[in-house]
């Protein structure tokens, strides 16, 4: 009888951490990611995988298993972002100005660990695994990989994705289906008026004013023209104006997001960006102010697929059965470009909890002290191996043999 996988799990933890120590210790911002493409796909050769490029920094390992059957797709990105880190970990980032703040090196050496498992018995596998391991998660290049054919070649039945979460405590998971993640919206206005002195504001057009009311009338989309039913969240994220106060501005500049928990793209009626422009040109046109928006489309929502998630679900519960851990309800306003495949595929996207405030690891995500707790690897392998068996074999077990 081989050993279960909670056993081998544990017999490669060691192994888990050090690869995410170095990542962390390394990180590299979207489709710069050379040097951890290179240490990932020398990994998955040596594992005895197909192993492709994509996007330039994208490694695809292709394990076919010992039976025909389905292709599974699982997904790990292996972006950092540009921030600053003021950890006092011996293994904290060595690039200034970089740093893994959302627990993308954890995903990385989550998803190795689990294709050496997965290779380890891949007689036992009715069908094909596919691990995509992603870049520029942080600017949404799954877009692009969906156009360059990550869904083909071999054709895509289901794909499964995973976060690490210090809004979770650590070693909890969460797999509901439905609407998980948000739809982000990206804008960019700018309102010109005439500047002047501020003894004479009757000889100018403020567009602070402007801004003013613009803000607060925006407020009225999700209050009074979205049914409540449909989370939906626009701020102001930056405001900028004027050099001095006895000054009025010629121009101000407004950025901020728009998320939601579905595809606005597709609503019914005006979208909420025809919604959210209407209101910027009455108010406008009140205020004689002129204005220029962009805005930008960047990801849809992650909608979770009800009968990819039960298999997941179920994993989870037995994940987690035996332990003081639990399966938990979750679901975040946070955007995630991982709804690219989902768009195209059935799939779901769960979560682990890594927060653990003695361990100092309850920092949010991309916060310059951002730090996972460890001990919550070890279950993101074990999720992945566990889900890829139930749903290629189409049966629950914890054991290979």
């Not at 290779?119 to 600017?139: C, D, H, M």
């Amino acid at each position: 009888m081989s050993p279960d996988i909670k056993t081998r799990v544990k017999e490669l933890e060691e192994e888990l951490i050090a690869l995410r120590r170095d990542f962390h210790m390394h990180p590299e911002l979207g489709l710069e990611e050379h040097r951890t493409a290179g240490i990932v796909e020398t990994y998955l050769e040596n594992l005895g995988l197909e192993v492709s490029r994509m996007c330039g920094t994208g490694v695809i390992g292709i394990l076919k298993g010992g039976q025909p059957g389905k292709t599974l797709m699982l997904r790990a990105d292996i972006d950092a972002l540009p921030i600053d880190e003021m950890t006092d970990h011996e293994f904290k980032s060595l690039n200034p100005g970089v740093m893994h703040a959302c627990g993308h090196d954890g995903h990385t050496s989550m998803m190795m660990i689990a294709a050496k498992i997965l290779t380890e018995y891949r007689a036992s596998l009715k069908g094909t695994i596919k691990f995509v391991f992603q870049p520029n998660e942080e600017n949404a290049c799954a877009a692009d990989m969906v156009k360059e054919g990550v869904l083909q070649n071999p054709s895509v039945d289901a794909v499964v994705g995973t976060h690490l979460m210090t809004s979770i405590p650590t070693g909890n998971v969460s797999a509901d289906d439905g609407p998980v993640m948000a739809e982000s919206n990206v804008f960019k206005l700018t309102l010109t008026g005439k500047g002047g002195h501020t003894a004479m504001p009757d000889e100018s057009i403020d567009p602070i004013v402007t801004a003013a009311n613009i803000i607060q009338q925006i407020q009225t989309i999700q209050a009074r023209e979205i049914s409540s039913h449909k989370p939906t969240a626009i701020v102001f994220g930056s405001i900028k104006a004027g050099t001095i106060a006895n000054i009025i501005p010629e121009t101000v500049e407004l950025e901020g997001t728009i998320r939601c928990l579905y595809d606005s793209r597709k609503e019914p009626g005006e979208t909420l960006c025809e919604k959210f422009e209407r209101i910027i040109k009455h108010v406008c046109a009140a205020n004689r102010t002129e204005y220029e928006l962009e805005y930008t489309f960047i990801n849809p929502p992650v909608v979770n697929d009800p009968d990819v998630t039960a298999v997941v679900r179920e994993t989870a519960a037995q994940v987690v059965e035996g332990t003081d851990k639990k399966v938990v309800p979750y679901v975040t306003m946070i955007g995630e470009d991982f709804g690219e495949f989902t768009q195209d595929v059935p799939g779901t996207f769960f979560f682990v909890g890594v927060g653990n405030k003695e361990k100092k690891t309850d920092f949010p995500h991309h916060h310059p002290r951002f730090d996972i707790d460890e001990d919550g690897l070890a279950i993101g392998v074990e999720m992945h191996v566990t889900s890829a068996i139930n749903y290629l074999n189409g049966q629950m077990r914890n054991d290979l043999g």
